[in-house]
């Protein structure tokens, strides 16, 4: 079956670098995405990544390896308002996302 | 502003009636989808249609039906609202011609069967 595996929760403190890992398996690869969702508002997106390696866009930096069917996202220089949601969903052979339950982040002063 | 736009924003509905969730996006995108999103799970592709006049059936499509008669606007109806399908329903979009098929969200419907 198809299944994408994040922690649930996660919680950092203002300044720091947090790391949020995801796992997954599909039938078949057409990319990882990584989702911001604040609470009671719609998921926008954050980062794709077909290859391997690393991309970084300003302070997040999202990283995938296709062999491991691993991805993570690296957000540094936390910020308050950085306190969301973050959504792991792997595009299948289909083009369909297959999306994680999310990992809820919780940052403190 | 481009954009998705959904309404209503949220809706109390008794069970058995008949309710139509409305999407409305203004970039021209071909492709559109319906999901749900409970709490503790991933969120859940209800339908979608990869261009107009065409829908398909995702993971969790009992109970809705949608239709697609042109570019911008995907209906999704509940033909007879039952409790479990009390939820947040996100519309999405995406241009799946630029190849990474980024999806664009809705600001979502939250809807209550009772």
């Known amino acids: 079956g198809q299944n994408i595996d994040q922690p649930t929760e996660m919680t950092a403190t203002e300044g720091a670098i947090v790391q949020i890992n995801c796992t997954y398996q599909?039938?078949?690869?057409?990319?990882l995405f990584w989702y911001q969702q604040h609470a009671g508002e719609a998921p926008t997106f954050l980062s794709y990544n077909v290859l391997d390696g690393l991309e970084e866009k300003g302070r997040f930096s999202s990283f995938l390896s296709r062999s491991k069917g691993y991805s993570y996202l690296l957000l540094k220089e936390l910020q308050m308002k950085d306190s969301a949601s973050y959504l792991c969903a792997a595009m299948d052979s289909n083009y369909q996302l297959i999306w994680g339950a999310g990992t809820k982040l919780i940052i403190k002063p | 502003i481009a954009g998705i736009t959904q309404a209503p924003t949220s809706q109390i509905l008794a069970a058995g009636r008949r309710m139509t969730l409305r999407c409305t996006q203004d970039?021209?995108?071909?492709?559109m989808y319906w999901y749900r999103q409970d709490l503790g799970l991933g969120l859940r592709l209800i339908h979608y249609s990869n261009t107009a006049g065409t829908t398909g059936k995702g993971e969790v499509p009992d109970g809705y039906s949608v239709s697609r008669a042109n570019t911008d606007d995907f209906p999704l109806t509940l033909a007879s609202a039952v409790p479990s399908q009390t939820s947040v329903y996100f519309c999405a979009s995406s241009d799946s011609t630029q190849g990474t098929d980024t999806q664009y969200f809705g600001p979502g419907t939250r809807l209550t069967v009772l």
């Open positions: 599909t039938s078949g690869f057409n990319g």
């Open positions: 970039m021209r995108h071909n492709a």
